[in-house]
């Protein structure tokens, strides 16, 4: 059964389809469970429903987990399937789909990653600057690999939306921090690309907001969900900061100079990785020539 192809049902007479289908539904049922982990849940003294550090850090390590399985599907399963048959998988086991789901997986670690450092007195406005732009990366890679295909209407389109959303939304995030450590500078350039950078939080801020719209109302329509971790922080702080920044540097600071592009984002290494998943042993009888004959034996039962 297919949620994103225009084909409901996909039947390929074929191993590695089979393994493929199978390491692809291993990894959808990881990031149902780390999902389910970021469910807020009411705490046992009372408070707004909140997700604990425990289960957040669970959650990183399951969708990497998810991460692993989708890499060890790219890279070991769709080479053994020859060029025609890959180009009958539906779209659910599409390259970009599958690696898409890899990325989007890392990039929700992250954003974990970013919610607890902001949690944290001891983390600095480098590191969450660092795992901010690394978000970004991630998103970015994602759209990247998604955004040609041939997505039908519903789930397929609804996945896209998700990944425009949370890229927006990790740019706003980034273009934050980036502002913020430019604006710790005592030149007037360096406060005026604060103010650039600010600004462009701002805007990715907004344009979020309707990006997440987008997606809540594209079939099948979803709630809007409460704001949490990152951007429960980040939607009060980002027009702010971003307000008071303007207002103080166009005092001291001509508009002209202000008005520059926004600075680019810097380049860090992307840190995070799938987890390392390895196919068990293949057992002594699923030889390339008990595969063929197998496959030619389909072939004989449907023309008959």
């Known amino acids: 059964m297919n949620q994103e192809d225009e084909a409901e049902e996909t039947a390929i007479s074929n191993a590695w389809y089979e393994v493929l289908s199978v390491l ?11 999902n389910l982990l970021l469910l807020p849940r009411t705490s046992s003294d009372g408070y707004q429903p909140k997700v604990s ?3 957040r850090r669970a959650s990183i390590d399951i969708f990497l987990k998810a991460a692993g399985y989708l890499d060890c599907a790219v890279q070991n399963v769709l080479p053994q399937l020859p060029n025609p048959l890959r180009k009958e998988l539906p779209v659910d086991l599409a390259e970009g789909v599958l690696r898409a789901l890899c990325l989007q997986a890392l990039g929700q670690s992250v954003d974990i990653q970013l919610g607890m450092a902001i949690d944290s007195a001891k983390a600095t406005l480098a590191v969450k ?5 690394e978000m970004v990366k991630y998103w970015q890679q994602a759209q990247d690999n998604i955004m040609n295909l041939p997505l039908a209407n519903g789930w397929g389109e609804k996945h896209r939306l998700l990944i425009e959303w949370k890229y927006v939304e990790a740019k706003a995030a980034a273009y934050y921090y980036h502002g913020l450590i430019l604006d710790e500078g005592n030149t007037e350039k360096s406060h005026g690309m604060a103010v650039a950078a600010l600004q462009a939080a701002d805007e990715y801020f907004k344009e ?23 951007m ?6 980002i027009p702010k900061d971003t307000s008071s920044k303007v207002r103080i540097n166009r005092d001291l600071y001509s508009y002209e100079k202000i008005m520059e592009t926004a600075p680019t984002l810097p380049d860090f290494a992307l840190a995070l990785k799938p987890d390392d998943f390895q196919l068990p042993p293949a057992d002594s009888s699923w030889n390339e020539e008990n595969v063929v004959a ?11």
Do not use: I, V
Not at 24 to 34: D, E, R
Not at 232 to 237: P, R, V
């Open 24 to 34: 692809h539904l291993m990894a959808m049922l990881s990031l149902s469970q780390a």
């Open 232 to 237: 429960k922080y980040l939607s009060d702080k």
């Open 294 to 304: 197998g496959q030619a034996s389909s072939n004989h039962l449907r023309s008959e």
């Open 53 to 55: 550090e425990e289960s």
């Open 129 to 133: 600057r660092r795992l901010a732009c």
């Open 208 to 230: 979020s907001k309707r990006a997440c719209e987008a997606f809540n109302a594209a079939s099948p329509l979803s709630r809007k969900p409460l704001l949490w971790g990152t």
